[in-house]
T-cell receptor, first 112, second 108 residues
Framework: ETGVTQSPTHLIKTRGQQVTLRCSSQ?????VSWYQQALGQGPQFIFQ???????GRGNFPPRFSGLQFPNYSSELNVNALELDDSALYLC???????????FGSGTRLTVV | QKEVEQNSGPLSVPEGAIASLNCTYS??????FFWYRQYSGKSPELIMF????GDKEDGRFTAQLNKASQYVSLLIRDSQPSDSATYLC????????FGQGTILTVHP
C-alpha cells in the first residue's frame, strides 16, 4: 500500500507566475484535501475534493484552484503568485474522514 | 476567536516526565478530533484520534475529550527526546481545522 505522494518537493517561482502542484492519494482513498502551512503556523485548509467534486473550500482567493481525477489523484493550481504564497503545501487523503487523513511529504514553494 | 486553539508553547519537559498538551475548539458540530505530530521540516503524522467523550489510550499516549467543555488534550507519558516535535490538534466537521501547534521539547 503506497502512501500519499506529492511532487515536486521544492519549487522556486517568480511573483506573478503560475504553479501546479500534484498529489497521488493513498490507494483506495477517495477524498483529497489541500493545506497551506506557513512557517510556525498550523496547516490552513484550502479545499477538498470527494470523488472529483469540490466539497469544501477555505478562505482562499479564486486564484487557488484544483482538480481531482478519476484515479483520485489531485492538482493544486495557483495563479498570479504573490510573495505571501511562499509556504509548505500539504496534500492529505482519506477514505473515512472521521478516522483521519494521511499527509504527503509536502511541496515547499518559494515565491521570489 | 480561533476555531481551534492550542495552549501556547513552547513546552519543555524532562525525559521521563508527563507532557500535557491542550486544545479548545469553538464549533460544537465538530465530530472527531485528531492529534498530529510534526517534526521540523516534515509533514504531519497522525498519532491519535478520538470522537467519544472520555479517554483513549494508545501506548504512552492518552487523548482526552470533553465535548461539554469543548476541550481536547493529549498526555504523553514517559516522555522521550524523540517526542520533541510540534503537536497539532485538529477538529473535523466536514474539513480538518488545525490549531497553531505546540512545540514540545523533551530534554535529557
Amino acid at each position: 500500500e503506497t502512501g500519499v505522494t506529492q511532487s515536486p518537493t521544492h519549487l522556486i517561482k517568480t511573483r506573478g507566475q503560475q504553479v501546479t502542484l500534484r498529489c497521488s492519494s493513498q490507494s483506495g482513498h477517495n477524498t483529497v484535501s489541500w493545506y497551506q502551512q506557513a512557517l510556525g503556523q498550523g496547516p490552513q485548509f484550502i479545499f477538498q475534493y470527494y470523488r472529483e467534486e469540490e466539497n469544501g473550500r477555505g478562505n482562499f482567493p479564486p486564484r487557488f484552484s484544483g482538480l481531482q481525477f478519476p484515479n483520485y489523484s489531485s492538482e493544486l493550481n495557483v495563479n498570479a503568485l504573490e510573495l505571501d504564497d511562499s509556504a509548505l503545501y500539504l496534500c492529505a487523503s482519506s477514505l473515512t474522514a472521521d478516522y483521519g487523513y494521511t499527509f504527503g511529504s509536502g511541496t515547499r514553494l518559494t515565491v521570489v | 476567536q480561533k476555531e481551534v486553539e492550542q495552549n501556547s508553547g513552547p513546552l519543555s519537559v524532562p525525559e521521563g516526565a508527563i507532557a500535557s498538551l491542550n486544545c479548545t475548539y469553538s464549533d460544537r458540530g465538530s465530530q472527531s478530533f485528531f492529534w498530529y505530530r510534526q517534526y521540523s521540516g516534515k509533514s504531519p503524522e497522525l498519532i491519535m484520534f478520538i470522537y467519544s467523550n472520555g479517554d483513549k489510550e494508545d501506548g504512552r499516549f492518552t487523548a482526552q475529550l470533553n465535548k461539554a467543555s469543548q476541550y481536547v488534550s493529549l498526555l504523553i507519558r514517559d516522555s522521550q527526546p524523540s517526542d520533541s516535535a510540534t503537536y497539532l490538534c485538529a477538529a473535523y466537521y466536514g474539513k480538518l481545522t488545525f490549531g497553531q501547534g505546540t512545540i514540545l521539547t523533551v530534554h535529557p
